[in-house]
């Protein structure tokens, strides 16, 4: 009898390690994607700088990404025809959240499109707030959020700043947003001489709604994601996937 408990204990104990050592391996996103070295880039949502066979498609978002680096500066592309998707940027924004040592935990968080205030203006004829065109809004977006930077200040930036954070958001004749960045390594404390894979969470950010419903927050970079009694339609929903890059060398 006492053999058989200890047999089972065995095998309960060697369950619990397997789980735990499974449980660790997925910190850490699963596939590498291409990698390219790009002297620099041109912030005009044409993507004529960028190979088209270096995209990746995320399948929940539709949204295709790339990277590429130089030796000072990360490079990042995205693009999206999925009306779902772009509706959700547009008004509540998107956050890439960054690991310099190739973990899933955000270190650093940088919201652009940052989403957008209420737009107020009144048509005196219809009686109602005039809904602007998604190229007009695209045109509007013009703030970067920063999230857990260890030497700025958390909250929003300019487009033009002197942190050396640049961003752009263009609707294409292809009816793609396509959003394009140029982003400082040293700031994202991402050393290729110490590691040279990182890890970049890619989120598309939802109507988060606390305990008191008329007190509404974008759900940007570091912070949760709240369970809310409406967070049941996906236009309310955040989505989020992670990216594992190993910087390029020339």
């Keep these: 009898m006492n053999s058989l408990l200890t047999r089972a204990s065995l095998f309960i104990c060697c369950c619990f390690i397997l789980v735990g050592a499974n449980a660790k391996a997925q910190k850490k996103p699963k596939e590498l994607i291409k990698n390219a070295f790009l002297t620099s880039i041109e912030l005009d949502g044409l993507a004529k700088e960028w190979d088209q066979n270096q995209f990746t498609t995320d399948k929940v978002s539709g949204i295709s990404y790339a990277f590429a680096n130089n030796d000072s500066t990360l490079f990042l592309i995205l693009k999206t025809a999925n ?50 065109s998604i190229k007009e809004e695209v045109a509007q977006l013009n703030s970067i959020e920063l999230r857990g930077f260890t030497s700025l200040i958390d909250g929003p930036i300019a487009l033009k700043n002197d942190f050396g954070i640049r961003a752009s958001a263009q609707l294409n004749e292809a009816e793609e947003l396509v959003c ?16 040279d894979i990182f890890a970049c969470q890619i989120k598309v950010n939802g109507l988060v709604l606390g305990a008191n419903p008329t007190a509404v927050s974008r759900n940007i970079g570091l912070r949760g994601t709240p369970s809310g009694p409406m967070q049941t339609n996906s236009l309310l929903d955040s989505t989020n996937f992670w990216v594992l890059y190993p910087l390029a060398s020339k």
């Design 83 to 132: 009306k779902e998707s772009i509706a959700k940027i547009i008004h509540w924004g998107l956050s890439l959240g960054i690991n310099a040592i190739g973990q899933k935990k955000v270190q650093e968080s940088i919201g652009f499109p940052a989403g957008k205030a209420q737009d107020k203006r009144y048509d005196p004829v219809l009686g109602r707030t005039k809904r602007p």
């Design 180 to 195: 394009e960045y140029a982003l400082p390594m040293k700031l994202l404390q991402i050393d290729p001489s110490k590691n």
